[in-house]
Nanobody, 127 residues
Framework: QVQLVESGGGLVQAGGSLRLSCTASGRTFSAGTMGWFRQAPGKEREAVAAIRWGDRYKYYASAVKGRFTISGNNAKDTVYLKMDSLKPDDTAVYYC????????????????????WGQGTQVTVSS
């Protein structure tokens, strides 16, 4: 059974930082892509960041570029999302996603590219 388990969410004040972690088990994504998506109340799920392990290329949504950093260890099927300068608009459930193959620029933000998902972790940023 494939599992992606997120941790690290919580409540933080605006301007603060959090680091999310996601570890996969049951299947390796070491040659593929792992990413983070988020869904705020009443909104559709949106892509946040992804890392393509083959060349460690990183993708970021414009809303988080410069504030969030994706990293990880593909040998351990673990990916992190360091979130700095958090804003109330970053409040959402954050989901880890995995794809067993690399992803191209035009597709990285598409949910359907990722076949495996975690249960999500809540991030709440207070003003």
């Amino acid at each position: 059974q494939v599992q992606l388990v997120e941790s690290g969410g919580g409540l933080v004040q605006a301007g603060g930082s959090l680091r999310l972690s996601c570890t996969a088990s049951g299947r390796t994504f070491s040659a593929g892509t792992m990413g983070w998506f988020r869904q705020a109340p009443g909104k559709e799920r949106e892509a946040v960041a992804a890392i393509r392990w083959g060349d460690r290329y990183k993708y970021y949504a414009s809303a988080v570029k410069g504030r969030f950093t994706i990293s990880g260890n593909n040998a351990k099927d673990t990916v992190y999302l360091k979130m700095d300068s958090l804003k109330p608009d970053d409040t959402a459930v954050y989901y880890c996603a995995g794809k067993t193959a690399g992803v191209i620029q035009s597709a990285w933000s598409m949910e359907q590219q990722y076949g495996y998902w975690g249960q999500g972790t809540q991030v709440t940023v207070s003003s």
